[in-house]
């Protein structure tokens, strides 16, 4: 566990230079925390993953893990979170929610989360954002996408 944290703490605060050569970081500390940072072994499908991390975004949350997985699940059977490159970045909006919290995990044995490149995924970022705040919840998506970018 104590690798797996240190192979994803420069995500974290991860230094990516921009279109003029100035250095910006999508900084995850806000949506992460070493806590919710997990190797999941024994999954073999989607929903396991997302009932695995929707149990660490209960904790962060309040909310009750099945409300979470089943909102996720909803969220990708409408589109495909698998992103392509052996990432997926499950997310939901849900009432209760203060503040977006993530999840990350890295499976042991990738499962299929209908990417465009239909690659199974390996590493996973669940998100949990406020039901009623699109901007707090796209500005999220796009730090997480930035870090897992290249």
Request: proline share 7%; with cysteine; hydrophobic share 50%.
């Amino acid at each position: 566990m104590a690798i797996l944290v240190g192979l994803i703490q420069p995500l974290l605060c991860l230094h990516l230079p921009d279109f003029w050569g100035h250095t910006i970081m999508p900084d995850l500390s806000n949506i992460l925390d070493n806590e919710s940072i997990v190797e999941l072994r024994e999954v073999k499908h989607q929903a396991d993953v997302l009932l695995a991390l929707a149990r660490f975004l209960s904790v962060r949350s309040g909310l009750p893990s099945g409300i979470i997985a089943d909102a996720m699940q909803v969220r990708a059977a409408q589109d495909p979170i698998g992103v392509g490159d052996g990432v997926a970045i499950p997310h939901a909006r849900l009432v209760g929610v203060k503040q977006p919290v993530g999840a990350f995990a890295r499976l042991q044995t990738p499962v299929d989360f209908a990417a465009h490149d239909d690659r199974p995924c390996d590493l996973v970022f669940a998100l949990l954002a406020p039901k009623d705040e699109d901007a707090a919840h796209l500005k999220a998506l796009a730090q997480i996408s930035r870090a897992f970018r290249d």
